[in-house]
């Protein structure tokens, strides 16, 4: 069993040469969004931004990409026609594919049938490493095969995790990494399970981090987690240390703005107390 530490970042964070130039750490896409919820690819976006990745490039909904699109120039938002995910999008998403070097899918993008299948779709055209959270879990049930052998790493939370797996987790710890092991193996994927103490495991190798804080059951604090996780994996890490290092980073974070927030804490305070982590 591996306990995740801070020297875990020595393996993402290298010293950058002098002479590196945009997108020698990363070009990220982020697909999510609908006309409810603008927030959590923003949120992925900010998070990876101040993970270290160059660039980042959401695909969302037309009307949450205009509201993104407001929020800082440091974002670059492409809207989709529409108000939700659907399948005549794939062609575009594809489109953006074609140049970046990870992706993070699920963050509000709703459970509709069309959605979930047009990800499932999106998933099996791809060869990028990926991020899958949120509702593009719930597009998994459907498909459980397209992420074998691919780079993708699942971020469920307890609930997520019984919709993927038909297993109900408790907070038994041991429970938890047995469940989370066995079905890491079945789907041939790196599942990073999100808790108190976080369990990751791609089958093989598990790890537990245990950086993280109780007020972190605030909106948007698994957004983060899945924004970091695509940045770690746009710089080429590997899926399982990529799963492990953004959990550290994540809950670290979050443990740092809740001292200094308490019940006040937003996943907002949680991005920018990523570089004080990483620093």
Do not use: M
């Given at each position: 069993m591996i306990e995740v530490k801070n020297s875990i970042?020595?393996?993402?964070?290298?010293?950058?040469?002098?002479?590196a130039r945009k997108y020698d750490f990363g070009n990220l896409l982020v697909?999510?969004?609908?006309k409810q919820y603008s927030g959590s690819p923003a949120f992925n976006a900010l998070a990876a931004l101040r993970a270290g990745v160059d660039l980042?490039?959401?695909?969302?909904?037309?009307?949450?990409?205009?509201?993104?699109?407001?929020?800082t120039p440091d974002l670059i938002a492409y809207p989709?026609?529409?108000?939700?995910?659907?399948?005549?999008?794939l062609p575009e998403?594809?489109?953006?594919?074609?140049?970046?070097?990870?992706?993070?899918?699920?963050?509000?993008?709703?459970?509709?049938?069309?959605?979930?299948?047009?990800?499932?779709?999106?998933?099996?055209?791809?060869?990028?490493?990926?991020?899958?959270?949120?509702?593009?879990?719930?597009?998994?049930?459907?498909?459980?095969?397209?992420?074998?052998?691919?780079k993708f790493v699942i971020t469920p939370h307890s609930y997520e995790f019984k919709m993927l797996s038909g297993i109900e987790v408790s907070t038994n710890l041991s429970e938890r990494i047995k469940a989370i092991k066995m079905a890491a193996e079945g789907l041939k994927t790196?599942?990073?399970l999100k808790g108190h103490v976080d369990v990751i495991s791609d089958g093989k190798k598990t790890a537990l981090n245990r950086t993280g804080s109780p007020y972190m059951t605030k909106g948007g604090c698994g957004d983060t987690l899945a924004g970091i996780c695509g940045a770690i994996l746009a710089r080429g890490i590997d899926t399982f240390t990529a799963a492990c290092a953004s959990a550290y980073i994540n809950g670290k974070a979050g443990e740092i703005a809740g001292k200094k927030l308490g019940e006040s804490l937003t996943a907002t305070d949680l991005?920018?107390?990523?570089?004080?982590?990483?620093r």
């Open positions: 970042l020595k393996k993402v964070y290298r010293k950058r040469e002098p002479w697909i999510g969004g609908s980042v490039t959401i695909v969302a909904p037309e009307r949450a990409a205009n509201i993104i699109a407001s929020f989709l026609e529409g108000d939700y995910l659907s399948k005549k999008h998403l594809l489109r953006f594919t074609q140049n970046k070097t990870a992706a993070v899918t699920g963050g509000g993008l709703c459970r509709e049938r069309e959605i979930l299948e047009t990800v499932i779709e999106y998933l099996k055209n791809i060869d990028i490493p990926c991020v899958i959270d949120a509702d593009a879990i719930h597009a998994l049930a459907l498909d459980k095969a397209v992420v074998k052998n691919k790196t599942i990073l991005i920018n107390s990523i570089p004080e982590v990483i």
